[in-house]
């Protein structure tokens, strides 16, 4: 019965690779987003989508591309992966971009 | 945009109080939050205020919100080592469609 639902947990992929990581929220939420956590544990936001539609771009590099197929999934692909891409991705979900955030228990990607 | 601050880290007692601060900039009214991240997990939605109330107790958990020093914190009674995590307060910034979070606080409860 797990609300925001991520995979993989773990990740740990060479330079140069591309990778996808997959959310899905159980909750009716019309709205998800995208962060990252880096080591000093500083949360970003990078992207939000309401009703499918990209409603924060935050400054990303555009090897990350999010994709919507329906409200309740929200992945992430990342291209060509680097050193720094490095932390803990974390998908949440909202009823809307105003009500409580639900976060998912992360993504720890790691590059060799 | 909203700047929200939070001090680093605080160790405490098994069964004290233990009590988190945080400020946040924007004056408009807004919902200021409280979540706690537990070692290798994500972050979990502990209790929330609205901005036109003062005060906001659930369980071990007090919230309080000083509007005019724009000041927020939160009290935790009969800290458990359960408690032991990293809380980060967040706040509604309606401009932007989006929560911005303070840079956390790490908690360490001492048996």
């Known amino acids: 019965d797990t609300a925001v639902s991520q995979t993989p947990k773990y990740l740990v992929t060479q330079m140069g690779n591309d990778k996808s990581i997959k959310c899905e929220q159980n909750?009716?939420?019309?709205?998800m987003y995208w962060y990252k956590q880096d080591s000093k544990k500083f949360l970003k936001i990078m992207f939000s989508?309401?009703?499918?539609?990209?409603?924060i771009n935050e400054t990303v590099p555009n090897r990350f591309s999010p994709k919507s197929p329906d409200k309740a999934h929200l992945n992430l692909h990342i291209n060509s992966l680097e050193l720094g891409d490095s932390a803990v991705y974390f998908c949440?979900?909202?009823?809307?971009?105003?009500?409580?955030?639900?976060f998912g228990d992360g993504t720890r990607l790691s590059i060799l | 945009g909203e700047d929200v601050e939070q001090s680093l880290f605080l160790s405490v007692r098994e069964g004290d109080s233990s009590v988190i601060n945080c400020t946040y900039t924007?004056?408009?009214?807004?919902?200021l939050y409280w979540y706690k991240q537990e070692p290798g997990a994500g972050l979990q939605l502990l209790t929330y205020?609205?901005?036109?109330?003062d005060m906001k107790q659930d369980q071990r958990l007090t919230v309080l919100l000083n509007k005019k020093d724009k000041h927020l914190s939160l009290r935790i009674a009969d800290t458990q080592t359960g408690d032991s995590a990293i809380y980060f307060c967040?706040?509604?910034?309606?401009?932007?469609?989006?929560?911005?979070f303070g840079k956390g606080n790490q908690v360490v409860v001492i048996p």
């Open positions: 205020i609205f901005s036109n109330m």
């Open positions: 949440a979900s909202s009823q809307d971009l105003h009500q409580p955030q639900h």
């Open positions: 924007d004056s408009s009214s807004t919902y």
């Open positions: 967040a706040e509604t910034d309606y401009g932007n469609n989006r929560l911005a």
């Open positions: 989508y309401n009703n499918k539609e990209l409603i």
């Open positions: 909750l009716g939420h019309d709205t």
